[in-house]
């Protein structure tokens, strides 16, 4: 059965679903990196891609900025059959450590939004990355010699409301950086019973209106997609060898 906003039968999306915010970031990764890719969706534009990458079926799905949008799209992708949810996205950096295109590996993600409030009646959680999508997105890092950092992201509902100051307190508590989908992602995924992960490259710093150069961010858009290709390729040829693990 189609679902309400990602308008798609179960047969057309892949068990593994990489995640933009951006819809043309997805038709980009669609049209580079996917062979046969086929758009089963263009509702609300919410765009929808299917195709293989290195023979392994790969879905791209634009999520919309926020966590009531990326909830929304998370909950179908898992009533549709995704086993595993990557976020391929962008942030903004909270650190000097981290630098302009800089690639950041979510190990999970403080739900300073609202979505997940309510899903979860406010009850205290933490929204986890899961381990097999953390480890095998360094390992794809590393094989690819892409530089990296891996640990804790804040997601939050207010592009415009986080200041350097913030920023600051944020880092000073391990948070490398902010953005507005991840927590929303790994809480959708874990209460299903899939894995999720979180990729992004850094596009300015929080509280600072200046972009980094644009092909700067371009080349910090195509590593975390490859990266997350490869993590893709790695999972799947994992769960290929457990008889029962679905890919
Ligand atoms: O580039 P994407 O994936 O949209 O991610 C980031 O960019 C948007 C804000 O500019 C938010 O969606 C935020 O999470
Ligand atoms: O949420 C986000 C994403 C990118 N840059 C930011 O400053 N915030």
């Not at 906003?5 to 049209?31: F, T």
């Not at 891609?49 to 900025?65: A, I, L």
């Not at 998370?74 to 009533?79: I, Q």
């Not at 880092?171 to 999720?196: K, P, Q, W, Y």
Request: proline share 6%; with cysteine; aromatic share 4%.
């Amino acid at each position: 059965m189609t679902q309400i906003h990602v308008r798609a039968q179960p047969g057309d999306i892949a068990p593994s679903v990489l995640l933009p915010g951006d819809p043309n970031r997805a038709r980009h990764i669609a049209e580079t990196y996917l062979d046969g890719a086929q758009a089963y969706t263009t509702y609300r534009g919410l765009l929808g891609y299917t195709g293989t990458y290195h023979g392994v079926p790969v879905s791209v799905q634009t999520t919309g900025m926020g966590c009531p949008s990326a909830a929304i799209v998370a909950e179908e992708l898992a009533r549709l059959g995704a086993k595993t949810l990557i976020r391929v996205g962008t942030l903004g950096g909270a650190t000097p450590m981290v630098a302009p295109a800089d690639l950041v590996i979510a190990t999970a993600a403080v739900p300073n939004d609202g979505t997940t409030r309510q899903l979860l009646d406010g009850a205290p959680y933490a929204p986890a990355a899961s381990f097999d999508v953390v480890h095998a997105a360094v390992m794809a890092a590393r094989a690819l010699d892409v530089p990296h950092h891996v640990g804790l992201v804040m997601t939050e509902d207010a592009f415009y409301a986080s200041t350097p100051t913030h920023a600051r307190l944020w880092a000073s508590r391990g948070v490398l950086g902010f953005e507005m989908e991840a927590s929303a992602i790994f809480l959708v995924a874990a209460l299903h019973g899939i894995r999720a992960g979180c990729l992004t490259a850094c596009s300015n710093d929080i509280g600072d209106p200046q972009l980094v150069q644009e092909d700067v961010l371009a080349g910090g858009v195509e590593r975390m997609v490859r990266v997350a290709l490869e993590a893709v390729v790695t999972l799947h040829a994992t769960d290929s060898a457990v008889p029962g693990v679905a890919g």
